[in-house]
């Protein structure tokens, strides 16, 4: 099992930034993807960004150049750095944890980002 701790969520006016963290304990997979998910009322839960082990990336288009994933694979935590933030980007932000190779996926208890306009 894995357990994630979020943190870092909250309110901010738009053009603010917020810093989420995200750190993984338990039976860790020294090859694995961790990443942040959203869910907005009413829409489906989607994809904000990624980073494998190895420091690949992967970005939804709509964040692309206002956020910025980061990890520290020595604390297995991983960061999201929010720029320039929008009302649309308001939602419950879910850690996600993905042991590849053993195919397990874990997510976090989620946290929630409100962006006022």
């Known amino acids: 099992q894995v357990q994630l701790v979020e943190s870092g969520g909250g309110l901010v006016q738009a053009g603010g930034s917020l810093r989420l963290s995200c750190a993984a304990s338990?039976?860790?997979?020294?090859?694995?993807?961790m990443g942040w998910y959203r869910q907005a009322p009413g829409k489906q839960r989607e994809l904000v960004a990624h980073?494998?082990?190895?420091?690949?990336?992967n970005y939804a288009d709509s964040v692309k150049g206002r956020f910025t994933i980061s990890r520290d694979n020595a604390k297995n935590t991983v960061y999201l750095q929010m720029n320039n933030l929008k009302p649309e980007d308001t939602a419950v932000y879910y850690c996600?944890?993905?042991?590849?190779?053993?195919?397990?996926?874990?997510w976090g208890q989620g946290t929630q980002v409100t962006v006022s306009s």
């Open positions: 996600n944890y993905y042991a590849i190779g053993a195919t397990k996926n874990y």
């Open positions: 980073i494998i082990s190895g420091g690949n990336t």
């Open positions: 338990g039976s860790i997979f020294s090859i694995n993807r």
